[in-house]
């Protein structure tokens, strides 16, 4: 008699991950407010809620003598959802740590939606997902009172959207392109750093004009037309909100000397981000066009 296989297709599977994703769960949640002690960046985001609490503005109150203008650099999304939480719960480094963490755990769903949509195996998925979840800096930034894990939220939900949507023009169609502009513009506006897993569209867009003949010319336009509406309508309210005019915003992004610090932009060149993982997964995504997985 053939002995049964202890693997993933063991009915004993789902109980092992469901115990192990408890424990993992716990286990951050028992030391959210121990590891890491409170840092510059969470000092400058408390500081910036707590504005906005107040007064519906963004200074940096803790260094409001240094910076006496409103830092506008980030969008106003993460520090709305801080503030709902702190109004909520109370103000405290568990209540201000936890939706980061929060989004994080999200996050780690939407990476198993991914995956099932780019076809990975259930062995590929699992690894993928063990892998992320216990790397370093994602487990750091599980304990990190910034905006990581909620951008990445809104860029994750945009994708997933994008991919359902066919090459017909029809109303449903129009709403979800129109609703994954807002999404991709919610999540520039909780950091721009975002903006580099942008050209994914822009790759996408390329590859969908280059099969023009089996898709059509119009719905690929007609798609990417109303990601843009929905993305612009969205950043306009912000600019006019926050700013008054697209000049007044082109004046404080040409001469903010966060936004030139993180781009490298100023006396010297500055490489402050991981060249390699982005050709890598620009070599991936090649490869999964090239096995029509996406």
């Not at 599977?13 to 969470?42: K, N, Q, R």
């Not at 979800?176 to 867009?205: E, K, N, Q």
């Not at 969908?208 to 309508?233: C, H, M, Q, T």
Request: charged content about 10%.
């Amino acid at each position: 008699m053939i002995p049964e296989r202890k693997g993933f297709n063991s009915k004993y599977y789902p109980l092992m991950v469901g115990g192990l994703c408890v424990l993992y769960v716990i286990y951050h949640l028992a030391t959210l407010i121990y590891s890491p002690l409170p840092w510059f960046d969470e000092v400058t985001f408390t500081s910036i809620t707590n504005s906005y609490i107040h007064h519906h503005t963004f200074y940096e109150e803790a260094r409001i003598i240094a910076i006496p203008q409103q830092k506008l650099d980030y969008g106003p999304v993460y520090f709305i959802i801080q503030s709902a939480v702190i109004k909520m719960l109370g103000f405290g480094i568990f209540n201000f740590r936890i939706t980061g963490m929060l989004f994080g755990f999200i996050d780690l769903f939407l990476i198993y939606k991914v995956c099932r949509q780019l076809k990975f195996s259930a062995t590929a998925i699992f690894v993928t997902l063990v892998l992320i979840a216990l790397e370093p800096d994602f487990n750091q930034f599980l304990h990190s009172g910034r905006m990581d894990f909620v951008t990445l939220f809104f860029f994750f939900l945009s994708y997933l959207l994008f991919v359902k949507i066919d090459f017909n023009i029809k109303p449903g169609n129009i709403l979800s392109a129109a609703v994954v502009g807002v999404l991709l513009a919610c999540a520039i506006l909780t950091t721009p750093r975002i903006i580099f897993a942008f050209a994914f569209y822009f790759f996408y867009f390329i590859y969908e004009l280059s099969d023009i003949k089996n898709r059509g010319w119009k719905p690929v336009l007609v798609k990417y037309i109303f990601i843009a509406v929905g993305f612009a309508i969205v950043y306009a309210m912000w600019i006019y909100y926050a700013f008054g005019s697209v000049g007044n915003f082109i004046y404080y992004n040409t001469h903010s000397a966060v936004i030139k610090e993180h781009t490298g932009i100023g006396p010297g060149i500055s490489l402050r981000y991981n060249l390699l993982i982005y050709a890598y997964a620009f070599i991936a995504f090649i490869i999964l066009l090239k096995n029509k997985a996406v």
